[in-house]
């Protein structure tokens, strides 16, 4: 940054007792110049004769316009306005990752449709009605996805194996236990109706898993964690690469939707603070027309 000193003489008035003078200073920058009168020479200029103080309005105006040609000449530092490459390509692995990901997901709803007849329901007597959305134990498909049956709300809850079978042990020591023949008859009869429901879950739980090997649910499973994975991974190697133009907030902003999309792809219905995120890489991407 230059400091540059103007001073304005009256041509009338230059003598050595009476020097009419305007000091300014001219503050230079890469942005423009600004001027800086003397606000002890703009006050004295209030007393004096109108045609002085004309003259001390002109000089303010030719510094003015000095400032501005000053401002001019002074070489703008030079805008990047493309990508940086290294974004770019980032960016088409990410593309390539999406693809894959959206291919394997196709590949997975075919298998899921051509098995879906052979999928069991789980038996009554190995559920308990449901209780909300996110329960572990749910009764699912082969997708994984929650089976609600008509009528009723949330998917049913499945006794483990490991609870059936902890049950019907837990009948049996009462069966031993049993003081009178008539306990012992109930505690045989609820030991027996425990063994079958072990019985029953077992052959739904061998039945579903069956399936699972037979379908290639679980490699259909595996190629769409894959590809998520190869997704946050060049999401990070680029989100890690500072932008320095539009351009570069243009990638980052498809970068963030892809992520976002496929991590937590409910964010795009989300209206509050919780989908800005993904609301404001869309908006970016909109506005800048995106990068071919």
Not at 204 to 218: F, T
Not at 266 to 271: A, D, M
């Amino acid at each position: 940054m230059k400091w540059l000193h103007v001073v304005f003489l009256s041509p009338n008035e230059l003598d050595s007792k009476s020097v009419m003078a305007l000091p300014l200073m001219v503050k230079i920058s890469p942005i423009g110049a600004t001027i800086m009168p003397n606000t002890a020479v703009l006050a004295a200029a209030e007393g004096m004769p109108t045609l002085d103080r004309r003259r001390l309005l002109l000089g303010l105006a030719a510094a003015s316009t000095a400032a501005a040609a000053i401002t001019a000449a002074q070489p703008a530092p030079a805008a990047e306005t493309a990508a940086k490459p290294e974004l770019v390509a980032l960016l088409a692995e990410l593309r390539e990752a999406k693809a894959e990901k959206d291919a394997a997901i196709d590949a997975r709803e075919w298998l899921i449709d051509e098995w879906r007849h052979l999928w069991p329901l789980a038996p009554e007597e190995i559920t308990l009605p449901g209780h909300n959305e996110w329960d572990s134990q749910r009764e699912v498909d082969l997708a994984g996805r929650s089976i609600v049956r008509p009528g009723e709300k949330y998917a049913r809850h499945l006794r483990g194996l490991e609870n059936l079978t902890r049950l019907a042990e837990s009948m049996a020591g009462y069966v031993e236990k049993a003081r009178t023949e008539k306990n012992r008859a109930r505690a045989l009869a609820a030991l027996a109706n425990d063994r079958r429901n072990l019985r029953l879950g077992q052959e739904y739980y061998n039945e579903i898993e069956r399936i699972k090997d037979a379908s290639g649910i679980r490699a259909a499973n595996a190629r769409i964690d894959t590809a998520k994975e190869e997704i946050h991974r060049i999401g990070e190697a680029l989100m890690a690469i500072p932008a320095s133009s539009i351009a570069c907030l243009t990638v980052k902003a498809e970068a963030v939707e892809i992520w976002v999309g496929t991590m937590f792809p409910f964010l795009h219905k989300e209206t509050n603070f919780i989908g800005w995120s993904i609301h404001m890489a869309r908006d970016i991407r909109n506005v800048m027309g995106g990068v071919s």
